[in-house]
Structure formats: structure tokens, C-alpha cells
């Protein structure tokens, strides 16, 4: 057996080289064929011609042949020929100056390995991607009146997912009640270079802005750098931070939401839409936290250099939205999440989608909602006129 397999893998090692001898052979053997087949009606003609005419017959017919002869020659010096042998072997046949070049090229193929696959969210993993009447893309929302607390439209609103960067939303809003000094000035280190999902950062470290624009960065862009910034610079320190995250969420009643880091790359940061909607709540009531999430772009001054910051929310771009609050988040745990305080239809809503799938799913899903609420609101505001009248007649 030893024998066996030695022998097979000597003769597989040489199979190459074969392989090309051959393709060289069948070259030659095509373009003898070829040549003979071109001589044989020259002198088929040739006899004919000394059969049936004189010597100037054979002379005019000769002068008038050979331009054309020494086209057709040069032509087939200028041709060339390609013939496969095997799967990734090609040989190619060159006639130049009367000499027969066979060049053998052997093309090597380059496997791409199998794409990983899409790394599921938490949602998806505990099936809560389900219809609903909505058609919505996120596997949670949950859609509330503020004023009147009645819940509009719900849907696994209790589920705890990894929330993304809505972490962010807390993280402002614990800065602002500090109430710090916004002026201050806080550079960017190594500390605050992301190591859990290796994200980037425009903010270099060595980058220095004040606090109050750390905090616009991070609530209106999402910047993970100035989120930690923020969060290292408070008093106490990183770890203080978080605890107060932790306190600041009892408080509001976030039963179900934990907090390990100020930014959201953790997919250990996580929330319910029932606790995320107390704390946009709670957000909507801090000025300093309205203004700042729901600004549309912001510039920056960089050592030498002006930096522009943009919205991670189309919607606050959009006319027709009015918005009081809002905060997008992403990671591939959370898939792609949006909270929002908003007026439609005359009413002040709270809006909450957490791993939605798509990039823009999560703004899908909120231009359904919004549609369905102002057909709601169409459908009942005549049966809402019609009772009002009813009772003043009635007394």
C-alpha cells in the first residue's frame, strides 16, 4: 500500500508537464494538417494551367498570382491560433518569418474562500423577527402617547436586546444635569480608542474640544471617542460614570437596563423598548439634550483644519418630521436600532425600534408608523366630531 500511493503521487507530479507536451504536439500535427491542405489545390491548378494554355497565359497568371500568394502567407504569419488542453491550460500557436512558435501557458485559478455568514442579532437569534400588522422590519417597537401615556402600537416590547449607541442618550443626559463646566476643554487618549468592535474615529487621540462639543459630537454624530471622553472626564472617574448610569436608570424606572460603558459597542448595554421609552421621556424634558441630539450638522475646529459633523438620523433633515428627541444606535448584536419624541397628527409621540433589519429599515419603520397614525387619526376624528355634537345637543 505504501508502494501504491508513492507511485500515485509521482505520476500526479508529472501529469503537468505531459499535459503541456501534448498540447505542443497537437499544435504541430494542426498546423501541418493545414499547410498540406493549403499546398494541394496550388498544384491541382498548376497542372491545369500547363494542360490548357500557353506560356504567356502562364506567365500573366503567375505575376497575378503571387501578390496574392504572399498576402495569404503573410496573413497566416500574422495569425494566431489558441487551443485548450485540460481545464486551465492554453497553448497558443504563433507563425512568424516561417517559424512555428507554440507558447503553452498554464492559468492558475485563485479559490475564494466561502464567505463568512452574516453574524445574526440577538433578536434573530431569540426569533423575534415576526409579522405584525405594520409590516415593521424591527423585531421590537413600541409606539406611545406622551401626554396621555396610551400605547399606541406594541410589539415584544418587553424583550432585553443589546440597545447600541441609545446608550449615548443616557450618557448626555447624566453630562447636562452635572451640569460642568461646558467650556471645559478634554483631549481624546488611548483610553477612549475603541477595542471591543475596533470601530473608527475621525477625533484622532491628541484631539482636544470642550466638553459642550464632545457632547454635541456624541448625541447628534454618535461619536464613540467623545462618548468616552465624557464619561472618563466625569467626576470620579469611568467607573463612577457608569454607576450613575446604572442609579439614573432606577430612578426613571428602567427596571429591565444595564450598563457597563458609556458608548453602547458593548452588546452587554442593554434595554427593553418599555425602558427606553422613559428614558426619551426623561431626555425630552433636558433642553441642552433636545438641542443637541436633534441638530442637523455641526463644525468643529481640528489643530489648523474645520471638521463637519453630520446627523446619524435623516429624519431630522426632513421638513415633514418634527422632532423633539431622538438617537440612532448599531451594532451587529443590536442590529439597527431609533428612539424618538415626535409630534404627529397633533399628538407627542414615542417611538422606539430596536433591531430592525436593514440599514434603513428603522427609518422604513418609522414612516409607517407615521402613516398609520395619521390614517388613524383621519378615520377617527369624524366619529370624534360627531359625539361632541351629540352630547351638546343632548344637554
Known sequence: MPEARLHRVSSQRFQPAFRMIAVALCATAFLLSAAQAAKHPDSASAKK?????????????????????????????KADRSVRAGKNVVATVRTRHGRTIVAVQRRSVVRLADAAPPKLSYGQLAGLHSQDELDLKSSVALVIDQDTREVLFSKNDHAVLPIASLTKLMTGLLVSEAHLPMDEPI??????????????SRLRVGTTLSRGEMLHLALMSSENRAAHALGRTYPGGLATFVSMMNAKARSLGMKDTRYVEPTGLSSSNQSSAQ??????NAASADATVRELSTSPEYQVEVGNRMMQFNTTNRLVKNPDWDIGVQKTGYI????????????????KLIMVFLD???KLSRIGDAERVRRWVEATQLMTAPAARHQIVTVGAAG
Not at 53 to 74: D, R
Open 49 to 77: 494551367s500547363q494542360a490548357g494554355a500557353s506560356s504567356k497565359q502562364k506567365a500573366t497568371t503567375a505575376s497575378k498570382s503571387a501578390p496574392a500568394k504572399a498576402a495569404v502567407a503573410t496573413k497566416a504569419e
Open 187 to 200: 483631549t481624546i487618549t488611548e483610553d477612549d480608542v475603541d477595542t471591543e468592535k475596533f470601530s473608527r
Open 275 to 280: 425602558d427606553l421609552a422613559l428614558l426619551v
Open 332 to 347: 451587529s448584536e443590536a442590529g439597527q436600532c431609533l428612539v424618538m419624541q415626535t409630534k404627529i397628527a397633533g399628538r
Open 356 to 358: 430592525s433589519a436593514g
